[in-house]
T-cell receptor, first 109, second 115 residues
């Protein structure tokens, strides 16, 4: 199973950018990096994914290191609604999709 | 709304009993995944089905079983329930069978309480 490492929790101020790190040192060349988040009392929801290049969508940006052993999810302007658990996972064809414990993000008003 | 429907939303039962959790995937999705989430264990992968066939298995207990029917809905059966089985059970669906760049869409979960 492909493994990732994330900090247990982080804090950020409202309306400021948030950088959520993820290490995946055992990533293989065809593994995709995915981010999901889980808001309180809800199921996880897809945020973004990428392979090698940085990716942007309406929710966030994904910055992938050149060696692909780490990545950073960037929320450009955090709001209170962004308080959630953020999961970084590796997508590997034919492999189980394993979620770790994620990073619990607290947003301070 | 993810398009994945799970029923029931809440289930309260007693130890030793058997329950069935149901999941309807998004229209067009062929894969269904089951996850268990308890406070101390995080989100644990249980099992995946693709187009009616079991594709991957996680740490699913022998007391638990699942199946995916021809109409692609899935059921997770939990038997001989123990207090420790109390958890949120999530179903997710995707188009293919765990392809690397595939997105999962999760339902809102079934909260199981075993008393």
């Amino acid at each position: 199973d492909a493994k990732t490492t994330q900090p247990n929790s982080m804090e950020s101020n409202e309306e400021e950018p948030v950088h959520l790190p993820c290490n995946h040192s055992t990533i293989s060349g065809t593994d995709y990096i995915h981010w999901y988040r889980q808001l309180p009392s809800q199921g996880p929801e897809y945020v973004i994914h990428g392979l090698t290049s940085n990716v942007n969508n309406r929710m966030a940006s994904l910055a992938i290191a050149e060696d692909r052993k780490s990545s950073t999810l960037i929320l450009h302007r955090a709001t209170l609604r962004d308080a959630a658990v953020y999961y970084c996972i590796l997508g590997r064809t034919g492999d189980k999709i394993i979620f770790g414990k994620g990073t619990r993000l607290h947003i301070l008003p | 709304d993810s398009g994945v429907t799970q029923t029931p939303k809440h289930l309260i039962t007693a130890t030793g009993q058997r329950v069935t959790l149901r999941c309807s995937p998004r229209s067009g999705d062929l894969s269904v995944y089951w996850y268990q989430q308890s406070l101390d264990q995080g989100l644990q992968f249980l099992i995946q089905y693709y187009n009616g066939e079991e594709r991957a298995k996680g740490n699913i207990l022998e007391r638990f079983s699942a199946q995916q029917f021809p109409d692609l809905h899935s059921e997770l059966n939990l038997s001989s329930l123990e207090l420790g089985d109390s958890a949120l059970y999530f179903c997710a669906s995707s188009v293919g069978q765990a392809i690397a760049n595939e997105k999962l869409f999760f339902g809102s979960g079934t909260q199981l309480s075993v008393l």
